[in-house]
């Protein structure tokens, strides 16, 4: 199965600064037939189930804010955030979805410093 | 519009099993695997297990693989996820999703929360 490790577990910034967060797998999850990658990223708020930011690594889900961007490809992956907003305080998963059996990042917290 | 409409929370005993399911409105079932994800307190997110409600083929995660059962039943439009020899570490909210517009969970429901406690 593969493994994805976020880092780091937690962090805190301030308003209006940027905010990365980092996902790696412990195999690829690049897809050369359709040149994608089967990554996604969540965000997650207390009492809620997880919302869908992005996919294919760097795909922007409708109505997510540009704010929001991935990068990455093969085995290492990033979610930036621009410009914090008060917002965006939250629970932040990756996900691979390159094979059947899917698996999930630990999380990384976000907070407002 | 697309639900996913979760059964009600459930506590058990160590040993029990339990039973949720996971009814959908607004599509039609046999398009789309539905999946399985649960969250213990306070904790992560990890993937239990899926089914293709057309055949009713599943894959599980292998931690899961000898307690769990995941089935659909097309006729009422509902999926289910069945865990036996519960764990006081089963406790979790238990939620059903689908990826249905694109390759990732873009449905999600509300969850069930499942307490196992003595």
């Known amino acids: 199965d593969i493994v994805m490790t976020q880092s780091p577990d937690s962090l805190a910034v301030s308003l209006g600064e940027r905010a990365t967060i980092n996902c790696k797998s412990s195999q690829s999850v690049f897809y050369s037939s359709n040149n994608k990658n089967s990554l996604a990223w969540y965000q997650q708020k207390p009492g809620q189930p997880p919302k869908l930011l992005l996919y294919?690594?760097?795909t922007r889900e409708s109505g997510v804010p540009n704010r929001f961007t991935g990068s990455g490809s093969g085995t290492d992956f990033t979610l930036t955030i621009s410009s914090l907003q008060a917002e965006d305080a939250a629970v932040y998963y990756c996900?691979?979805?390159?094979?059947?059996?899917?698996?999930f990042g630990q999380g990384t917290k976000l907070e407002i410093k | 519009e697309v639900q996913l409409v979760h059964s009600g929370a459930e506590v058990k005993k160590p040993g029990a099993t339990v039973r949720i399911s996971c009814q959908v409105y607004?599509?039609?079932?046999?398009?789309?695997?539905m999946h399985w994800v649960r969250q213990a307190p306070g904790r992560g997110l990890e993937w239990v297990g899926l089914?293709?409600?057309?055949?009713?083929?599943?894959v599980y995660a292998e931690k899961f693989q000898d307690r769990v059962t995941i089935s659909a039943a097309t006729s009422a439009d509902t999926a289910y996820l069945e865990l036996s020899s519960l764990r006081t570490e089963d406790t979790a909210v238990y939620y059903c999703?689908?990826?249905?517009?694109?390759?990732?969970?873009?449905?999600w429901g509300q969850g069930t929360m499942v307490t196992v406690s003595s």
């Open positions: 294919s690594a760097s």
């Open positions: 996900q691979q979805y390159y094979t059947s059996v899917r698996s």
């Open positions: 607004g599509y039609t079932f046999s398009d789309y695997y």
């Open positions: 089914v293709d409600p057309e055949d009713g083929e599943t």
């Open positions: 999703t689908i990826e249905k517009r694109v390759d990732a969970f873009d449905i």
